[in-house]
DNA sequence: GCCGTTTTCGGCCCGACTGTTTTCAGTCG
């Protein structure tokens, strides 16, 4: 059985939990962190890395130690320093970290002294008011840890972006309407376009930072002020949402507008590298040691001053962005002007809602060059399904439409089901009458990971197949991804001439950012596509675009950005 | 635990806000 190296990665955050409660030297942890975070984001196994004699420890933040830790897990399944900490420490006690105002000192403190090892009992201990009488804990904080336990029943809660987006844009535009508020952005987790965001930080510059502060915790939608201070605030919306805001100079717009976005991993190696020259870098600006500020104004000037190229958001997660930014080697990320046309479309013939027509028109007006029409197979019933009759009947109606509409090409296509064998579920004597086949895997998500692997490799094996479509079949906060082994069905694409997609439904957003990385360094390329079920759906194609930008994807990785015929010779696979 | 054209030991990003405190530890991002 293979060790995964997010299982790798999850063993390390759970040393770095219990070291924490421990007490230990926190570089310490903050080592485990790093190494944890490599680990599971790395594009290649590790177990496989290893197998080929490569040496782990000239991974970023892996030493000695950590590769020797590795190895072990790999070797062993498991890790020994995990088993001992896990003796010493009742089991679910690093779950009370996540409840907001607890952080290692205080859940230490309530283990010992109230014997609290599990959300419920602290919820248990702060409903009989035993928590207030603790040394460095009062009544406002029990109350605080009892409404968090009360609002989250425990569970960390992230926000799909979308969503992010959409309770977002009406507090800007209500913060824009006053006077005193100057620049004003979004910040953060939303900023570098994660495909879920935990809280939104926004940025903002006012010489009266107070104003901006009150009408900020005065919006009709905040069901609750968590923090406010002179120039930074926190709340809680309605709809659970927390929303941090932070008022600074203009003059160090910039410096705070780098803070604020992050990551922190990006931030830390930063400022270790302004500091490692003599110089520190804070949300104000870039100072040397007699406190003179050297730059601020602007994110490009900061980066200019570290003598690195600007970086965008979407890969500043301290994985190798600044040492190519130091090399004037960034990648020239997809920018959403570059896409010629989506790939993955549904129509009212289906579960979609609107018609084929409608659909092109919107996609002129996009000004694309083509657009696939790929609605479903029979397998799922609920979709309503195209059997063959029906299929041929669209293809002969794309054809008429094609007929006459200027300047975009319709292209005939199907979402076919990857049945559980492997098969595809229609006959490939309709299949090939089509410009392109997107396969996708609408049920049996349980088998195991060699049975699942297999399945995808047989259907690609059909030389009908073209584009991979959803390839982990994960819904965001609903359904984890099924089972694969993702490398060699990357390696297995390749080989075949197929693609893989990268959805842009809110809910979906994979292959997400790591995927995409790995895709990109086995030299796979990817088709960005929206999967719209409605005309508004075409929109979408932003949200994916983000995603593969956050995994490095340049123009040339993505197969529609590339001219009509092109496109066409790529998906040939005869 | 990692790391190194100042270092193989001694550093490790930096500041705001809260609550419980009489000056600051803990948490957060």
Redesign the pocket.
Known sequence: MPIHNKEIGDCFDQVADLLEIGGA?P??I???RQ?ANTVSRLPRSVAEMLKQGEEL?EL????????GKIVEIVRSGKLQ?LEDLKKKNPPGITAL?Q?????????KKLNKELKVKSLADLEKAAKEGRI?GL????????R?ILEALQRTHGVERRFRWMLAKQMTLPLLDYLRKSKRVKDLEVA?SYRRRKDTV??V?ILATSESPQEVMDRFTGYEDVSKVL???????TVLLRTGL?V?IRVVPEASYGAALL??T?S?AH??AL??L???R?F?????GVFDNKGRRLAGRSEEEIYRFLKMDWIPPELREDRGEIAAAQAKRLPRLVDWRDIRGDLHVHTEASDGQASIETLARRAQEKGYEFLAITDHSPYVGITHGLDPKRLRAQIKAIERLNGKLRGLRILKGIEVDILEDGSLDLPNEVLKELDLAVGAVHGHFQLTRKKQTERILRAMDNPHFSIFAHPTGRLLGERPPYDVDMERLMEGAKQRGCFFEVNSEPDRMDLDDAACRMAKEMGLRLAISTDAHALDGLDLMELGVAQARRGWLEKNDVINTLPLKDLLRALDRG
Do not use: C, M
Request: glycine share 16%; charged share 30%; no cysteine.
């Open positions: 030297n570089f310490r903050r080592a485990y190494a420890s970023p933040g892996i030493g000695k130690d950590l590769a320093l970290l409840v907001p105002s607890l952080g290692p000192q205080r859940v207030r040394g460095g804990f009062g009544e406002k904080t029990e605080r953060g935990g809280d930080d923090a406010q201070g002179e120039t930074k605030a927390q941090d803070y604020f992050g922190k931030n830390i400022r270790k302004a500091q490692d003599g520190k870098i804070n949300e104000y």
